[in-house]
């Protein structure tokens, strides 16, 4: 049996597990995501996070989509990641920890996590329109650790889900905007903040909440429309705080802040690992 904890940040939800000794391979860690990761006959999670160690920072964090890819960055995963770390001794309040993307620095104050996504370069911003609902939507599209493709869309949500899910995944797909495809990002501005609903690639579907899908909003909402480097964004799980420090022309830095919640822990038996069965 397997140890776990189950965390998650404004409903984005995953399953944390150790690998520090390296018992479990690349291949098994994608086998353990694509089978844990189902709701309703296993633990079920948007994804899974791999503590491992790391022989300059505090520890590696490694992420395994639901599908059993291997994701860069989850602005969210890292928050939880970081209270979870914090809670077992492994790194204290402040840490810097490894991930694809780069390092990432954190600071735990439970139930609050925050970090520091580095520096956000938007110098080969890609920007367009698309035709859809009867109207043309704008888009802008980038990296934040992963690729994000944002559309400003009032209005996104009197719109029929299966509608939104079906545009996401024409655009999610590779070589639509991105060779490796992108998560897309349904954003609109009110006053004081920005609704946002975000397709994550390797969930393959909406998910709650998406890190760093809030920072590409706040950004985009800022390149297009000048609104303040620092907003709340409203996700259907909950709020991210999001603030970004301009630090070149095209370079910016971006903090994101949150609850990050540890649910459960507990041992993974060998029947949530099992493959599912149907009618004969």
Known sequence: MISFAKAHGN??????????????????LSDLAKKICRRKTSLGADGVLVLEGSKTFDF?????????SEGEMCGNGARCIARYAFEK???????????????IRASVNPPWATIDMGEIDVSNLKEGKINAFGKEIPYVAFYVGVPHCVLFFPG???????????????????GAIF??????NFAERNKDCIGAMTYERGVEDFTLSCGTGSIACCLASHLLF????AMKVKNPGGVNKVALRLTSEKVF?????GKALIVA???????????????E
């Open 265 to 279: 822990e507990g041992l993974i038996t060998e029947e949530a690992l099992s493959e599912e069965e149907g009618f």
């Open 11 to 28: 409903g984005n939800d995953f399953i944390i597990i150790e690998n520090k000794e390296g018992t479990y391979s690349d291949d098994r």
């Open 226 to 229: 000048g609104s303040p480097l």
């Open 156 to 174: 996104f949500r009197d719109i029929p889900r299966d509608s939104l899910l079906s545009l996401a995944r024409h655009i999610r797909r590779k």
């Open 60 to 68: 590696y964090m490694r992420l395994f989509n639901a599908d059993g």
């Open 179 to 184: 060779d490796e495809g992108a998560n897309v």
């Open 253 to 257: 830095e971006a903090s994101l802040s």
């Open 89 to 103: 001794g492994h790194a204290k309040s402040d840490m810097t920890f490894e991930t694809k993307a780069g390092p």
